[in-house]
C-alpha cells in the first residue's frame, strides 16, 4: 500500500523569463561561484558535490520510463530501475513518483524507475543548434589564423570572480539550443566573469561559462545524457514521418476554435469561459481537433510499425507502460515545446500559480495506448510534473476512466484519501484535462476497444529548487492544510485552556 518516490531525471533547461526565475538563477550562480572559490581553495570534494546542487537547481527532471530493454544500454544489471539522485544531497526523491501498477484504486505499489532524459536535443532535422555550431566549426582568431574553438576557449585560468559586477548587460542565450544547462544560467553567470572576458563575443563567454558549469555535473550523469541524446539523434535521422505537418506548431490546425479564441484572449476570464471543474482541482476544456487526433494517432501507428520492422528497440514512457512512445524522441520536442510555452504555461499561470504553473520549463510527451491488447489500467499514482496536461485522442473504448484521490505533497503521497476527494473522470476524444502532477490518480481497465491520450507532463525547475527550502508545509498539499487546522484548532485550545486555568487561580 505505498508508493515509494522515484527518483528524478535531467533533462535540458528551457527557458522562462519571469523576475522570480532570475532572481533564483542569480542566487544559484552566486552559489556556484561560492562553490568554484572553495573548489580552488582544496574546500569540500572538488566540486561535484555542490556544484550538482547549483545545476541541478535549473536543470529540468524528466520521467524517462523505460519498459523492456534499454536500448541506450544503460540500465542497471537487473534491467529494472536505475535510481539517480542529485548530487549534493538535492534527491530527486519525492519530486518525480514510483510508477504504479495497481489491481485495484487502494493498491499502491510503486515500480521506482527512473532515467535520464537527455538536455535539450533539438529536433530541428534540417538546421544545426547554434551551440552545436559554436562547439565545432573551427574560426578565425581575428588574427587571420583559423583556430579550433575548443583551444581557442581554453582559458589559462577559468575562473569567476566573486562578486558580480553589476553594470554589466549580460547578452541572452534563449536561442541557444542543445544546451545542457539553463540559458537564464548562462545570462545570471556572466555578471561573475572575469573582467577580460566580459566583453568579449558571446560565442567565447559561452564555452568559457559552459566549461565551468560542466565540471559540476557528473561524468556519470554527462554519459547519461549523452547516451540519451544520440539515442534520440538516430531515431530522429532514421524514422522518416508520415505527417511532416505535426512536428511543428500549427495551431490554426491542431486546436478548436473556442481553445484557440481563449488563448489569443489571454485572460483569467476567456480561459474560465471554456474550462469545466469535474473534480476539484482538475480542469476540463475542448481542445483538439478530430483531424489532428487522428493524424497523430495515425502518426503514432506508423512510428510503432517503423520500429516492429526495423526491431528499433525504443523506451516506453515508463515502467508501466508496455505500450504507448515517447513524443520528444521521434522529433516532436520543439512542437511540444511550443504547446507547453504558448498554450499550457499561460492557463497554469492562472490555474496553478502555488505549484509553479508560470515557470513551467521543460517537458515529458507522450502516448499512452490502452486495450486487452495494449496496456490494460494505471495504477494509483502521482506523475513527474508540476502540471499535467492529458488529452484524449480517440478512439473508440469503453472503461479507461482516471480516478482521482487528492492532492498531496512529497511527505504525505500515502495518507488517506478523504471520502470527497474519490472522484472519477470518463475521458472524451479531443477533450483535455489540466491537473497538478501531484494530484493522485489513475486509469481504470479500458475493458474494449482502443484508447489513445496524449500526455505532456509540465516542469518548473524554479518550484523544484525553492521547494527544497519549503519543506514544512505546502499549500496545496490536502494533508498539509489539515494539519495546519489541527495544530491551529490544538493552539486555540490550549490557549483557552490557559485562560480558564488563570481565571480559575484568580478566582479561588
Ligand atoms: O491513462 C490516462 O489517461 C492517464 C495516464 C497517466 O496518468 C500517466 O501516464 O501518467
Ligand atoms: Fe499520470
Redesign the pocket.
Known amino acids: 500500500m505505498r508508493l515509494r518516490p522515484r527518483p528524478v531525471c535531467k533533462n535540458g533547461q528551457r527557458s522562462s523569463s519571469t523576475l522570480a526565475t532570475r532572481v533564483e538563477l542569480g542566487r544559484l550562480s552566486r552559489r556556484l561561484v561560492f562553490t568554484e572559490q572553495r573548489r580552488r581553495r582544496g574546500e569540500g570534494k572538488g566540486g561535484v558535490t555542490t556544484s550538482g546542487t547549483a545545476t541541478a537547481g535549473v536543470a529540468e527532471e524528466a520521467g524517462c520510463r523505460w519498459e523492456g530493454a534499454d536500448p541506450t544500454g544503460l540500465a542497471g544489471s537487473s534491467g529494472v530501475a536505475v535510481g539517480f539522485s542529485s548530487p549534493g544531497g538535492a534527491s530527486g526523491g519525492g519530486r518525480g513518483w514510483g510508477r504504479r501498477r495497481s489491481v485495484d484504486d487502494d493498491e499502491w505499489r510503486a515500480v521506482v524507475v527512473s532515467r535520464r532524459k537527455p538536455t535539450t536535443a533539438t529536433t530541428n532535422r534540417n538546421t544545426q543548434s547554434p551551440a552545436k555550431k559554436m562547439s565545432q566549426k573551427p574560426t578565425s582568431n581575428g588574427n587571420g589564423v583559423v583556430t579550433n574553438r575548443q583551444q581557442q576557449h581554453q582559458q589559462p585560468q577559468q575562473r569567476l570572480t566573486l562578486n558580480p559586477n553589476t553594470d554589466h548587460n549580460p547578452d541572452s542565450y534563449d536561442d541557444v539550443h542543445n544546451l545542457d544547462f539553463s540559458p537564464l544560467l548562462f545570462s545570471s553567470l556572466e555578471r561573475y566573469l572575469p573582467d577580460t572576458m566580459l566583453n568579449s563575443s558571446r560565442d567565447n563567454k559561452f564555452h568559457f561559462m559552459r566549461d565551468i558549469l560542466t565540471r559540476y555535473s557528473p561524468e556519470g550523469e554527462r554519459f547519461r545524457l549523452q547516451k540519451h541524446k544520440e539515442y534520440r539523434q538516430k531515431i530522429i535521422s532514421n524514422y522518416k514521418p508520415l505527417f511532416k505537418g505535426l512536428y511543428t506548431m500549427h495551431a490554426v490546425n491542431f486546436f478548436s476554435s473556442s481553445f484557440l479564441k481563449a488563448i489569443k484572449d489571454n485572460s483569467e476570464e476567456s480561459f474560465r469561459s471554456i474550462i469545466s471543474e469535474p473534480v476539484p482541482g482538475v480542469y476540463s476544456f475542448q481542445m483538439l481537433q478530430p483531424s489532428f487526433c487522428d493524424m497523430l494517432m495515425s502518426e503514432v501507428e506508423h512510428f510503432e510499425r517503423w520500429v516492429h520492422e526495423t526491431r528499433w528497440r525504443i523506451m516506453r514512457?515508463s515502467t508501466m507502460n508496455k505500450y504507448g512512445v515517447v513524443l520528444d524522441d521521434f522529433g516532436m520536442e520543439s512542437m511540444l515545446d511550443k504547446l507547453m510555452d504558448d498554450y499550457i504555461r499561460p492557463m497554469s499561470k492562472i490555474l496553478f500559480p502555488e505549484v509553479g504553473g508560470l515557470t513551467l520549463d521543460s517537458h515529458h510527451g507522450f502516448i499512452?495506448e490502452?486495450g486487452l491488447d495494449r496496456d490494460v489500467d494505471?495504477g494509483l499514482h502521482v506523475?513527474d510534473a508540476e502540471v499535467t496536461l492529458?488529452v484524449c485522442l480517440g478512439k473508440q473504448f469503453e472503461g479507461g476512466e482516471?480516478y482521482f484521490r487528492g492532492i498531496r505533497c512529497d511527505n504525505h503521497v500515502n495518507t488517506d484519501t478523504l471520502p470527497e476527494e474519490i472522484v472519477d473522470y470518463k475521458?472524451i476524444p479531443g477533450q483535455a484535462i489540466l491537473h497538478r502532477g501531484r494530484h493522485r490518480?489513475g486509469?481504470r481497465a479500458t475493458t474494449s476497444g482502443n484508447r489513445l491520450?496524449l500526455?505532456l507532463w509540465c516542469r518548473s525547475s524554479v518550484f523544484r529548487e525553492l521547494k527544497k527550502y519549503q519543506k514544512e508545509f505546502s499549500s496545496w498539499c490536502g494533508e498539509c492544510r489539515r494539519e495546519k487546522k489541527e495544530r491551529q484548532r490544538l493552539s486555540v485550545n490550549a490557549t483557552k485552556q490557559e485562560l480558564m486555568r488563570r481565571d480559575g487561580i484568580s478566582a479561588s
Do not use: Q
Request: no cysteine; charged share 10%; net charge negative.
Open positions: 514512457p499512452v490502452y494505471l506523475d492529458n482516471l475521458h490518480h486509469a491520450n500526455l
